[in-house]
């Protein structure tokens, strides 16, 4: 099988979301554990296990379980930079073999804007297309995810 070469741009996954959160209830989403475990995930395989040391050199390791099917995934890496409540820059991994199994890096920047919170997410590099497109849909829902738990948490910030 020959696997195309990508371009350096096709490589990035990028999405910016407009938050109506705070940017300190936005950071707390991506870096307490308690928050996180109502949004990690897409809608068809939510977090059912949620560890997060939110600084430069922990750790965080995560399950999605699919709805349907049971099937768990895990995932994990180490926090690069810690900048709060601005910048968040981790290690990406899933534990399989092949293409999933490569390491990538999350950038992730939260700006203010007038009580909300612009957040800018890159993953890369990816190696293929198809996989960098999985992640994007798994992200968009996870995100989707985030957006209904933010209404939710604004109460407990």
């Known amino acids: 099988m020959n696997t195309p070469i990508l371009a350096p741009a096709e490589r990035v996954l990028t999405i910016t979301r407009v938050f109506d959160a705070p940017r300190e209830l936005v950071w707390k989403a991506w870096t307490n554990q308690e928050y996180a475990k109502h949004w990690w995930g897409p809608r068809h395989h939510p977090s059912t296990h949620v560890e997060i040391d939110a600084r430069v050199g922990g ?16 995932h994990g890496g180490v926090f690069r930079e810690v900048v709060a409540p601005e910048r968040l820059v981790f290690t990406f991994k899933w534990d399989e073999e ?22 800018t997410f890159q993953q890369s590099p990816f190696v293929s297309l198809e996989e960098r497109d999985g992640h994007t849909e798994g992200w968009t829902s996870a995100f989707g995810r985030l957006d209904d738990a933010l209404v939710a948490l604004k109460g407990r910030a």
Do not use: Q, S
């Open 59 to 74: 750790a965080w390791r995560i399950r999605l379980t699919g709805v349907e099917t049971g099937r768990e995934l895990w």
């Open 98 to 119: 092949g293409e999933r199994g490569e390491e990538n890096i999350v950038t992730i920047t939260f700006a203010e804007e007038g009580g909300k919170t612009r957040m």
